[in-house]
């Protein structure tokens, strides 16, 4: 890595850190998750970066890729446990980082994300397996009496590449890929009162183009062009100013052309907790670029 592409990681890592506090700060009971969403994604872009996918805003047994809708019409309420996922990226160098708002009072499931993120990531160094990782995940998070989740896991990063190998599970594992000097990689642990698993849901708001082909329908093709700049990084359905655009969609998705991302949920009823930070693996360690 040099040094310019290091410095842009770290421009993006800071401004990521002050964003998501930003927007922590405006979550309370009553206030629209449309406002925060379109807060948190308006200052990033005022700050001269780009949204390197849309703001997650989760709530309770959902751990991810929920982003409000133009119309959505949900304010938080008191008892909710909110995941908050941003990404922030400085010509497609990107930070990821994460933080759970609690309105309830369940102290110790935010705690056991944010602990078992820093125990992994004070064992982050060239040469250690991936696997290793999630055994020290697993391990904070199991002694506060919950568990991880297993199907989710932490990941790689590459320039407008938001999801790479290698993936850093939640749970331990033998062996696995080993960290090398210069891999950037995000960090994030899920914690859960419930199964330890999560599934599809119905709700998909959140896409990506992962091939380019030609399209026939006109609506399609306007879609395609609007996200153009976006280099293959997720983009948000209330981003799009295309008319017709939920047909559009559906056909690019039909057709293999764009990935939806439906909301992931453990069982109704149980609530997640999610920390993250995003780092660049050095010769002796690791340096955090969200912090």
Do not use: W
């Not at 421009?11 to 948190?40: N, Y």
């Not at 930070?95 to 064992?123: F, H, K, M």
């Not at 082909?213 to 879609?223: E, I, M, N, Q, S």
């Amino acid at each position: 890595m040099n040094e310019d592409i290091f410095d842009r990681y770290m421009q993006a890592g800071t401004a990521a850190k002050k964003i998501l506090a930003a927007g922590a700060d405006r979550i309370k009971p009553d206030v629209p998750l449309l406002e925060v969403g379109m807060f948190i994604e308006d200052m990033i872009i005022e700050q001269g970066f780009g949204v390197a996918f849309p703001v997650n805003i989760s709530l309770n047994e959902a751990a991810a890729h929920d982003t409000p809708s133009v119309d959505d019409t949900r304010t938080f309420v008191p008892g909710d446990m909110i995941k908050l996922d941003i990404g922030v990226h400085l010509d497609g160098y990107i930070a990821d980082t994460a933080c759970t708002v609690d309105l309830g009072d369940q102290p110790i499931l935010r705690e056991a994300s944010i602990a078992a993120r820093d125990a992994a990531i004070a064992a982050v160094k060239p040469g250690v397996a991936i696997g290793t990782l999630g055994a020290i995940v697993a391990q904070e998070i199991k002694s506060r009496g919950f568990l991880p989740i297993a199907n989710l896991a932490g990941h790689g990063l590459d320039q407008y590449c938001q999801h790479k190998g290698p993936n850093i599970p939640n749970i331990p594992g033998a062996g696995g890929a080993i960290l090398e000097e210069g891999m950037v990689v995000a960090i994030e642990p899920f914690a859960t009162t419930g199964t330890g698993f999560v599934h599809d849901g119905k709700r998909e708001e959140i896409f990506s183009q992962v091939v380019h082909r030609p399209v026939r329908l006109p609506a399609a093709r306007k879609v395609l062009k609007e996200i153009e700049e976006r280099n293959g990084l997720p983009f948000a359905r209330r981003h799009l100013q295309v008319k017709s655009s939920d047909l559009a969609l559906a056909r690019l998705v039909h057709d293999g052309i764009l990935q939806g991302y439906p909301v992931l949920s453990d069982v109704p009823g149980s609530y997640i907790s999610q920390a993250e930070h995003t780092m660049i693996v050095t010769s002796d360690g690791c340096i955090v670029t969200t912090v």
